[in-house]
C-alpha cells in the first residue's frame, strides 16, 4: 500500500473519531469529558500519523501526541502554532480511560472540536496537494 493510501485510510479513521465528536458536542450527561477527549485525541493521533505517513516517515506505535509532534517538528513540518497545544490531550488516550478525569470546568469541547477539525483540514490539504 503506498505512503499515500495509508494517510488516506488513517484519515478517514480521524474523520469518524470528529464525526463522534460533533454528536457528543452537546450532550455532556450522556459523553462525559474522558470519552470525548479520548476521541479528540484519537482524531488527533491519526492525524499527525497520517501526516507522517504521506511524508515517508516511520512512527512508533504509539499513542503519545507529545513523539508525534516532536517527529514532525524534527523533520521540519509546519503545524499552524495554535494547534500544538492539543498535545494537551495525551493524558485522554490512556489515563482518563481508566482514570476520572476531575477540573472543575470540564473541557471546552467546542474549541477542541474546533482546533481538532483544524488540524484535519490541514493534513487532508497536505494529502489533496500530494502527487
Known amino acids: 500500500m503506498s505512503d499515500k493510501k495509508y494517510s488516506e485510510q488513517l484519515l478517514l479513521l480521524a474523520r469518524k473519531d470528529i464525526l463522534a465528536l460533533k ?3 452537546e450532550n ?18 491519526k492525524s499527525l500519523k497520517a501526516l507522517l505517513c504521506l511524508n515517508a516517515i516511520e512512527f ?3 499513542h503519545d501526541l507529545s513523539l508525534l509532534f516532536n517527529q514532525i517538528f524534527e523533520n521540519k513540518f509546519e503545524i499552524p ?10 493524558d485522554f488516550a490512556v489515563e482518563y480511560r481508566y482514570d476520572l478525569f476531575f ?15 483544524d488540524l484535519f483540514l490541514f493534513v487532508e490539504k497536505k494529502i489533496t496537494n500530494k502527487v
Not at 455532556?28 to 493521533?45: I, L, N, P, S, T
Request: cysteine-free.
Open 60 to 62: 512508533r506505535k504509539t
Open 103 to 117: 477540573e472543575e470546568e470540564g473541557l471546552n469541547r467546542r474549541e477542541i472540536l474546533e482546533k481538532v477539525n
Open 23 to 25: 454528536g457528543m458536542l
Open 81 to 90: 502554532d495554535n494547534l500544538e497545544d492539543l498535545q494537551a490531550l495525551n
Open 28 to 45: 455532556k450527561e450522556m459523553f462525559h469529558d474522558e470519552v470525548f477527549g479520548f476521541h479528540a485525541q484519537q482524531a488527533v493521533e
